[in-house]
């Protein structure tokens, strides 16, 4: 993973190619970890509540908060 310092060292030496290549990098390392944090938090709301209702029939009927 490259980081800030790897974009800042490319420019100073004048390799635009090296900087856009070590942005890119970066960028999609921030980027997939953020979504990964937020994945998790989606689905830990999946599992933390439910509620059960009976409908009279005898059925219960769940539904997930």
């Known amino acids: ?9 490319a420019l100073s030496d004048g390799d ?3 900087a856009e290549k070590a942005f ?4 999609q390392s921030k980027v997939a970890d953020a979504l990964e ?3 998790k938090e989606v689905a830990n ?9 009976d409908e ?3 059925e219960e009927v769940w539904f997930f908060l």
């Open 1 to 9: 993973m490259a980081e800030t310092k790897d974009i800042i060292d």
């Open 16 to 18: 635009n190619l090296g």
């Open 24 to 27: 890119k990098d970066t960028i």
């Open 37 to 39: 944090t937020k994945r």
């Open 45 to 53: 709301t999946f599992v933390k509540s439910s509620v059960t209702q």
């Open 56 to 58: 009279g029939d005898g």
